[in-house]
């Protein structure tokens, strides 16, 4: 029985057995696949990491380069030469930053077709009509020996890395632009000293927004009329501090000067005020004797747009002995794709810089020859343009021609620039000229011109004290800048650098008739004459990107581009306020969320009585707030979403939605004289049969908040905060957008992660209520630094992001956090600290 049983057959289990095994073969098949999937998964996303250990042999050296990174992935470099130094930059900025480089290179030179095909067409058209790389490459040009030793060994450290790589080997960005046809096997052009310089321009722009400005004035004039036009646009308030109380004039005739200025503020009238910033900075640096160690501290926090990966790339550049031949030993932040360190310090003086945003751009009104486009009218003669053609290769489309129209005033943008081509289509009146076939737009601006920036910065680096980085800032053109300064014998100083144009007539608020001479350059106020100030009597310097000198200074800086104040204010307030500042105090005060616009609005408000429990409640939040806008405060939010009803509903009625004002410093500024007035009609409803006096619209207003964050945060309050709603997503400059899929944007966009500040406050994280997402950031503290000039390497510095920019490395996102909580990284400057703080050591050899 026994032994039948062992051997007896059941025809009923067989298939099971069947179905197992196949189960069993599929599963490790699907393993497998899995696990391959996974290595070539984990391949792709790392195979662009950078060598951060061992030796790397590179043609080209003169001697051994060491490349020490800390565990924040910060390189400090160490070389013989200033050949090697600047080569080996290049090297490490290329190892981290390629795709960075490569987009700005792209998009400085118009070329952004070339990656993501036809939807940046017309982008590249505008780029190719602006010329910066044209003009790019005529600095080079003119660069001496000495840049073009700099740029080209930048240049040859760039490519020794990328030379032996396919793109795909730089940047995961190109294997997903394989979705639209891009080939990331192929090898990638060589860097130029070119695509180096290109970039400044790119910045200049990003800091320089005079042409948008006369646009949305004339625009605005057209709409409103200029009595009502006047009201609108403001200037900053008398009460708010400049930078340069008592600036140096030099030997001038200064009721002549002042004379001609008058005219030109009366050709258009007074009270100008931009669209809309967010854009800005803070610096300020403190005397030894408002100090803890009685030497000054050095602060600084650039505001830029926010984006992925950071902006910045923190370095240390150390010639390991430093000579004439090698002056080099300067550590801080740099720009991917160009030498040197921007923002930093070296062994004997630190800087660091904000906008200045002077009026470097005017929009000429060319007469056009009818019977010739390619024609335009000087002095009563037509003139022939000068005529740059130019092609545009699209990926996976056909080239496109595009023919550049100069004047002597600057490209005509009139047909590439949209908000410029809005004019025309609006027929818009400036001046009495109707912009019509008749006429275009021509631009001119000093980045169009060949500068020496580079120069400046190379210089500034191996300044020793005050006059040598003055010497060092006559060289920096533009972008124009608030620079502070510090050195180690304890002075302190400022200097407003650029060339900042000297106008015939008019103050550059309204585009100007071309056709004659009357309204054309002169000149560039002469550097003696910028303001500057050394070792002033205040013991501090402060700026904020608000009015740098008052009424007295005899030249017009600009006539509508300055901020209006409350962060210079807030700023002054805080130091002075203080007694022996530390590092801890400069670091609380760039992180400070006070609302200075809510501490003027809300008294209003709060006069009113509500009947509704809700609009109560929230009424009684902002009555016990402290008007600091933290990620976690409930009042901040409703707040903000009730200032951006009050502005809606005082001001969208009335202008045209081309025109409407966001809710910053300059609304701020419209409602300190509104709230003094109930009955002005600014406050009535143009939509409703009735007259809306000032309390109804408040009134209305914090119930459209209210419903507002009932809709978007729940019906339950406790649960409103401000970091629910202020949120700050770093985007990739192409994948950013929601035009692609969900799965690849995953792969380089990171966040929301809650955030305190806002618009117009000293922690400037800025918000866009034209946005769909009106409290999102879209600007930021792009870095911080703090420095201590009796010890260099207690230096305190973060950005936003961190130093790589390849996704899922460990260093590009780990300063997230840090960035949005106000806290540091140290980097360290001397040799013994920087070893100290080192985790991989990378060795270039010849």
Known sequence: MVKRAIHSHDPRGQPMKIVIGVLRTLGIIVLALALLAGVFLGYTLTRAFPQTRGTVRLSGLDGRVEILRDANGIPHLYADTAHDLFLAQGFVHAQDRFWQMDFWRHTTAGRLSELVGDSQVETDVFLRTIGWRRVAEQEYARADAEMKAVLDAYAEGVNAYIASRTYADLGLEYSALALVGFNPARKPEPWSPVDSLAWAKAMAWDLGGNLDDEIYRANLYQALGA???????????????????????????????????????????????????????????????????????????????????????????????????????????????????????????????????????????????????????????????????????????????????????????????????????????????????????????????????????IHINRARNWDEFRAALRDWTVPSQNFVYADVDGNIGYQMPSHVPIRAQGDGSLPVPGWTDDYQWTGYIPFDELPYAFNPPQGYIATANQPVVGPEYPYLITATGFDMGYRGRRINELIQAAGALSMDDIAAIQGDNKNLGAEELLPALLALRFDDPGLARAQAELRDWDFQMHMDSRPAAIYAAFQA???????????????????????????????????????????????????????????????????????????????????????????????????????????????????????????????????????????????????????????????????????????????RHIEFVTLPFTEAAVRAAAVDALTLTP
């Open 645 to 819: 009803a009050l502005t809606r509903n005082t001001f969208y009625d009335d202008i045209p939605e081309a025109q409407w004002p966001g809710a910053g410093d300059e609304t701020w500024v419209r409602f300190r004289a509104l709230l003094a007035d109930p009955q002005n009609a600014w406050w009535d409803d143009a939509a409703t049969p009735g007259v809306e006096a000032r309390d109804d619209i408040l009134r209305r207003s914090l119930a459209d908040g209210v419903a507002y964050l009932q809709e978007t945060l729940g019906g339950e309050m406790d649960h409103w905060t401000w970091g629910r709603l202020h949120t700050s997503t770093f985007n990739n400059r192409v994948f950013g957008s929601a035009a692609w899929p969900a799965p690849v944007r995953a792969l380089f966009n990171r966040g929301p992660y809650a955030t305190s500040g806002g618009t117009s406050i000293v922690n400037a994280t800025g918000y866009n209520i034209l946005r769909a997402e009106p409290f999102a950031v879209t600007s930021v503290p792009s870095m911080r630094q703090i420095i201590d000039m009796t010890d260099f390497d207690r230096m305190r510095v973060i950005h936003t992001t961190g130093q790589s920019g390849h996704p899922f490395h460990a260093h590009y996102i780990d300063f997230a956090d840090k960035w």
């Open 227 to 457: 009595e009502k036009a006047g009201q609108f646009l403001v200037d900053p308030p008398g009460d708010h501090p400049v930078i340069v109380p008592d600036p140096a004039l030099g030997r001038l005739d200064l009721d002549a000067v002042r004379a001609r200025i008058d005219a030109a503020r009366a050709l258009f009238g007074n009270g100008f005020g931009d669209q809309r910033r967010g854009l800005g900075s803070n610096n300020w640096v403190i005397g030894g004797g408002r100090t803890d160690t009685g030497q000054p501290l050095l602060a600084n926090d650039p505001h830029l747009a926010i984006q992925m990966p950071a902006i910045w790339y923190l370095v240390g550049l150390h010639c390991r002995t430093v000579t004439a031949a090698c002056p080099y030993d300067v550590v801080g932040y740099s720009l991917a794709g160009d030498p040197g360190v921007i923002i930093g310090h070296n062994a004997r003086i630190a800087w660091g810089v904000t906008n200045v945003n002077p009026d470097v751009q005017d929009l000429f009104i060319e007469k056009i020859n009818p019977a010739n486009p390619n024609q335009y009218e000087v002095n009563g003669q037509w003139v022939d343009m000068t005529l740059v053609r130019e092609t545009i290769q699209v990926l996976g489309g056909d080239p496109v021609e595009v023919t550049v129209r100069y004047t002597r005033n600057g490209p005509i943008i009139s047909e590439a620039y949209g908000d410029a081509q809005a004019l025309f289509a609006n027929a818009v009146t400036v001046n009495g000229t109707p912009l019509d076939a008749n006429y275009a737009l021509a631009l001119r601006w000093t980045a169009l011109e060949p500068g020496d920036i580079f120069r400046a910065v």
